[in-house]
C-alpha cells in the first residue's frame, strides 16, 4: 500500500507542477548509461534510485535468506577504507540516506544526498557496492537478528496466516522460500561465502533501471549515475523469470492449539496497473477497510462487533503477481460468521459498484499528495516502478490527469472486471478451534496447504 500511495503521488505532484519545470527526460551518460532524469525544481535533495534484476528468489540451489542479509551487509560490512558501519555514521553527518532493498525480482538502492555532498556520498556507496568487505562479524549480527525476527513472527496468527497463504498459492517453489523463510535453516545455514557469490551475481555495471530525481543539471546526475556504477562486473544481469502461481478459491484453517487469536485473511489476484486503475484501486480498497465508516468495519465491527478491525492490502509476490488481501482478527467463536459477513458485504459493494464519498476521496487524496511535489524519494520510486512495468517513463507526466479521470463509470467497471466475486477468494483461517470454520480444509502445518483442494 505504502508503495502504491509513493507511485500515485510522483504521478500527481509531477503533472499537477508541470508548467513550474518537471520534466522526465530518458538520457545516456558518458559511460554509457541510460537512466531517467526527473528534473524537480525547489527540490532541496536529490535521489539516485536503481533496480537490479536478480533471479536468486526462483533458484532452487541458493540460500533464500541471502538477498535480505546482503542487502543490509554490503552498507554495514565496511571496505577497504571504511570501517564497518562506518557509511551510515558518515551518511549521518553529511546528511545522505543510502540503503539496498531485497524484493523477489530486483535489488533496489536508493541513495539520497544534497547536491554538495554527492561527489564523496556517491564514492561512499560505490567502494560498498563495488568492493565490500563483508565483514564477518557483522554478517553474523544480521543474521542472528534476522533469525530471531523470524522465529518472533512465527508466534503470531496473522504472520502464520500469509504463510499459509503463500504455501497454497505458490506451493513448494524456491520464490515461497524466498518469501517467507518459515525453515529456520533458511536464516542459520546462510553463509558469508553465499553473499559473496549473490553480491558478484547481482551488483553489476548494467542495472535493468535506473532514476535520478531532483533539481540539478544533467551534468551533475551523469556524474552521480557514473560514479555509483563505475568499476562494477560488466557482467549481464539475468533475465526476468515469471513467478508461478495459483489463485484458485480455497477455504482453509491452520488448527493452532497454541494460537492466542483467531486470523482470518481473504486473498486474491489483480492484474498490473497499466493506467489509472492505481488510483481506482487504492480508493476501492481504502473504502472496504480504512476507518470507522468502512464497508468491512461497519459489517464485522459495528453490527457482529466480532473483529478487531479488518484491513486491505495491495502487495506483490513478484514483479508479475500483485494480490488484493482482506484481514482481520477475530472472535473465535464467531469465525464463520464473520466470514460469511466479510463475504456478504463485500458482495454488496462489488455489485453496487460506486464509492458515494468519490469526490470527497479524490481531494482528501490530491490535497495528500500535493506536499510531495519536491520529494525526490517519491519521484525517484514512482518512475522506476513504471520502468520496471515497461511503461515509458513520461507516463508519470500524465497520470495526475487520470486521477480526475476516475469516476463511478470506472469505478464499477473496475469492481465488475477485475475484483473477485465473493466466493473467489483463498480464504485461509489460523484458530485454536479446529472446528471454527465448518467445511474448510482443516491442517496442522502450513505445508499442507498445497494438498487442500
Given at each position: 500500500m505504502k508503495h502504491l500511495v509513493s507511485a500515485v503521488a510522483v504521478t500527481l505532484l509531477l503533472a499537477s507542477c508541470r508548467e513550474a519545470g518537471p520534466a522526465a527526460d530518458q538520457v545516456t551518460s558518458?559511460?554509457?548509461?541510460?537512466?531517467?532524469?526527473?528534473?524537480?525544481?525547489?527540490?532541496?535533495d536529490v535521489t539516485v534510485q536503481v533496480a537490479w534484476a536478480t533471479d536468486w528468489a526462483k533458484r532452487q540451489d541458493r540460500a533464500p535468506a541471502t538477498p535480505y542479509l546482503g542487502a543490509d551487509l554490503i552498507l554495514m560490512g565496511g571496505t577497504a577504507d571504511h570501517a564497518p558501519g562506518q557509511a551510515g555514521e558518515v551518511f549521518a553527518d553529511l546528511g545522505s540516506l543510502g540503503r539496498l532493498t531485497a524484493s523477489a525480482d530486483h535489488i533496489i538502492g536508493d541513495l539520497t544526498f544534497t547536491p554538495d555532498t554527492l561527489v564523496e556520498t556517491v564514492s561512499i556507496a560505490n567502494a560498498h557496492l563495488r568492493a565490500p568487505s563483508l565483514d564477518d562479524a557483522w554478517f553474523l549480527r544480521l543474521r542472528d537478528g534476522?533469525?530471531?525476527?523470524?522465529?518472533?513472527?512465527?508466534?503470531?496468527?496473522?504472520?502464520?496466516?500469509?504463510?499459509?497463504?503463500?504455501?497454497?498459492?505458490?506451493g513448494d517453489r524456491p520464490v515461497r522460500?524466498?518469501?517467507?523463510?518459515?525453515?529456520?535453516?533458511?536464516?542459520?545455514?546462510?553463509?558469508?561465502?553465499?553473499?559473496?557469490?549473490?553480491?558478484?551475481?547481482?551488483?553489476?555495471?548494467?542495472?535493468?533501471?535506473?532514476?535520478?530525481?531532483?533539481?540539478?543539471?544533467?551534468?551533475?546526475?551523469?556524474a552521480a549515475v557514473d560514479g555509483l556504477l563505475q568499476g562494477l562486473p560488466t557482467t549481464p544481469g539475468p533475465a526476468r523469470?515469471?513467478?508461478?502461481?495459483?489463485?484458485?478459491?480455497?477455504?482453509?484453517?491452520?488448527?493452532?492449539?497454541?494460537?492466542?487469536?483467531?486470523?482470518?485473511?481473504?486473498?486474491?489476484?489483480?492484474?498490473?496497473?497499466?493506467?489509472?486503475?492505481?488510483?481506482?484501486d487504492l480508493m476501492i480498497v481504502d473504502a472496504?477497510?480504512?476507518?470507522?465508516?468502512?464497508?468491512?468495519?461497519?459489517?464485522?465491527?459495528?453490527?457482529?462487533?466480532?473483529?478487531?478491525?479488518?484491513?486491505?492490502?495491495?502487495?506483490?509476490?513478484?514483479?508479475?503477481?500483485?494480490?488484493?488481501?482482506?484481514?482481520?482478527?477475530?472472535?473465535?467463536?464467531?469465525?464463520?460468521?464473520?466470514?460469511?459477513?466479510?463475504?456478504?458485504?463485500?458482495?454488496?459493494f462489488r455489485e453496487a459498484g460506486s464509492l458515494s464519498d468519490l469526490s470527497e476521496r479524490k481531494q482528501i487524496l490530491a490535497d495528500s499528495l500535493a506536499e510531495a511535489r519536491t520529494d525526490t524519494a517519491q519521484a525517484a520510486y514512482g518512475?522506476?516502478?513504471?520502468?520496471?512495468?515497461?511503461?515509458?517513463?513520461?507516463?508519470?507526466?500524465?497520470?495526475?490527469?487520470?486521477?480526475?479521470?476516475?469516476?463511478?463509470?470506472?469505478?464499477?467497471?473496475?469492481?465488475?472486471?477485475?475484483?473477485?466475486?465473493?466466493?473467489g477468494f483463498v480464504t485461509i483461517a489460523v484458530s485454536a478451534d479446529a472446528d471454527a470454520l465448518p467445511g474448510?480444509?482443516?491442517?496442522?502445518?502450513?505445508?499442507?496447504?498445497?494438498?487442500?483442494?
Open positions: 558518458p559511460a554509457g548509461h541510460s537512466y531517467v532524469h526527473i528534473t524537480l525544481p525547489g527540490a532541496e534476522l533469525a530471531d525476527t523470524m522465529a518472533e513472527a512465527k508466534t503470531r496468527p496473522a504472520h502464520v496466516a500469509y504463510d499459509v497463504a503463500r504455501w497454497a498459492i505458490l522460500r524466498s518469501l517467507s523463510l518459515d525453515d529456520p535453516r533458511d536464516v542459520t545455514e546462510t553463509t558469508r561465502e553465499d553473499v559473496r557469490v549473490w553480491h558478484d551475481q547481482t551488483i553489476l555495471r548494467a542495472p535493468e533501471a535506473i532514476v535520478v530525481a531532483g533539481d540539478i543539471p544533467r551534468s551533475q546526475a551523469d523469470v515469471a513467478t508461478i502461481a495459483d489463485f484458485t478459491p480455497r477455504r482453509i484453517l491452520l488448527h493452532d492449539p497454541n494460537a492466542d487469536s483467531t486470523y482470518i485473511t481473504f486473498v486474491a489476484q489483480l492484474p498490473t496497473v497499466r493506467g489509472n486503475e492505481g488510483f481506482a472496504l477497510t480504512a476507518g470507522d465508516r468502512s464497508v468491512l468495519f461497519e459489517a464485522v465491527r459495528t453490527r457482529l462487533r466480532a473483529s478487531y478491525g479488518f484491513r486491505g492490502e495491495l502487495a506483490r509476490y513478484g514483479e508479475d503477481v500483485r494480490l488484493f488481501a482482506l484481514s482481520g482478527g477475530v472472535e473465535t467463536a464467531r469465525l464463520a460468521e464473520v466470514e460469511a459477513a466479510v463475504r456478504d458485504a463485500y458482495g454488496a518512475t522506476l516502478r513504471a520502468l520496471l512495468q515497461d511503461r515509458p517513463p513520461e507516463t508519470v507526466l500524465t497520470l495526475g490527469a487520470m486521477l480526475d479521470g476516475v469516476d463511478d463509470a470506472s469505478i464499477a467497471t473496475r469492481l465488475q472486471q477485475v475484483y473477485p466475486v465473493p466466493d474448510a480444509c482443516v491442517i496442522t502445518q502450513p505445508a499442507a496447504a498445497v494438498d487442500c483442494p
